[in-house]
């Protein structure tokens, strides 16, 4: 098996990364320290990890070619991106 480095590889890592900063750290919400809410939302972080390395698995099945994988998902966290702006 192939190292492949992808977009979503970094995602998942952030992702991680955040959910064990908030989970050691504690969640601050707009400035409001929320420690009881720091393991909920390290849950979801991780969750939403795992959401991003299956997403990453299935995209590498239907693209083998790393440069149209590449494409692919920085198209996919783009879109996400931008859909994030606008329902924000």
Do not use: C
Not at 13 to 32: E, F, Q, R
Not at 44 to 61: K, Q, Y
């Amino acid at each position: 098996m192939k190292l492949r480095i992808t977009p979503l590889n970094f995602a998942s890592a952030l992702l991680l990364l955040l959910a064990g900063y908030v989970w050691i750290k504690g969640a601050s919400i707009t400035g409001v320290n929320l420690p009881h809410l720091g393991g909920t939302i390290g849950w979801i972080f991780l969750l939403f990890a795992f959401v991003v390395s299956f997403l990453d698995l299935m995209l590498r099945n239907f693209f083998p070619e790393i440069k149209k994988l590449w494409i692919v998902e920085l198209s996919f966290i783009t879109l996400t991106i931008i859909i994030f702006l606008l329902v924000k």
